[in-house]
């Protein structure tokens, strides 16, 4: 199955930039300004990595093994902690910048921004609960290819409901297009690999 991940790996380097070059077009390059929100995406997917490798390693070595209902109460209090202290200490004392008048150039009410944050949270809830359940069956590296194939979709979802003039930068690029199609690829050659594997043990 090192085929597969390899694939994934290739995929996820095109879009992000192998051979250089961005989905802007003009260019072809790193928008200006962007660095930090893709250092801070970079380091969102390492941290996801190291929260994988370390469910593993807890459901590994402790006896008995925490249920996955326990793992997620206790990520989720960390969640709740570390989200509130940047929301006290960086949302709130910004908030007419950051929230009332990007809320009132929206034309968006607060009750409609609240509906959305609520779905937003319910989603993510059943989110992180497939995803712990796949964690637990399959492994961290399951779960990063999952994730991998999970943002190609995302990017020719948002290609086919948001594309326009107005937001070139939902569109999908050839590079980009090629990042999905082998990044997908990958992730069906490591689920069929896989039922392969399966299949010849239970021959045996």
């Given at each position: 199955?090192?085929a ?13 930039g ?6 802007g077009g003009?260019?072809d390059?790193l928008?200006?300004?962007q660095?930090?929100?893709y250092a801070a ?11 994988g490798v ?14 996955h209902g326990?793992i997620?109460l206790?990520?989720g ?15 709130l004392p910004?908030?007419?910048q950051?929230?009332?008048?990007p ?9 409609g921004?609240?509906a ?5 949270g319910?989603?993510?809830v059943?989110h992180t609960f ?11 590296l ?6 991998a194939?999970?943002?190609a979709v995302?990017?020719i979802a948002?290609?086919l409901l ?8 939902q569109c999908?690029?050839?590079?980009t297009?090629?990042?999905a199609a ?7 050659t ?7 594997a ?6 045996e």
């Amino acid at each position: 199955q090192i085929a597969p991940v390899g694939m994934v790996l290739l995929g996820i380097l095109l879009r992000g930039g192998l051979g250089g070059g961005g989905a802007g077009g003009k260019g072809d390059g790193l928008p200006p300004g962007q660095a930090l929100g893709y250092a801070a995406l970079f380091g969102s997917g390492l941290g996801y990595s190291c929260l994988g490798v370390v469910y593993d390693r807890l459901v590994a070595t402790e006896d008995p093994a925490p249920s996955h209902g326990t793992i997620m109460l206790h990520a989720g209090r960390i969640g709740l902690w570390a989200s509130s202290l940047y929301q006290m200490g960086w949302t709130l004392p910004r908030w007419q910048q950051l929230v009332a008048a990007p809320l009132a150039a929206s034309g968006a009410s607060p009750a409609g921004a609240l509906a959305a944050f609520a779905l937003f949270g319910a989603v993510y809830v059943a989110h992180t609960f497939a995803q712990g359940v796949v964690q637990r069956a399959e492994g961290a590296l399951a779960v990063g290819l999952v994730s991998a194939v999970r943002s190609a979709v995302v990017a020719i979802a948002a290609a086919l409901l948001f594309c326009s003039p107005a937001a070139p930068w939902q569109c999908l690029t050839p590079r980009t297009a090629a990042s999905a199609a082998v990044v997908t690829l990958g992730g069906v050659t490591w689920v069929l690999s896989g039922r392969a594997a399966a299949g010849k043990r239970k021959a045996e």
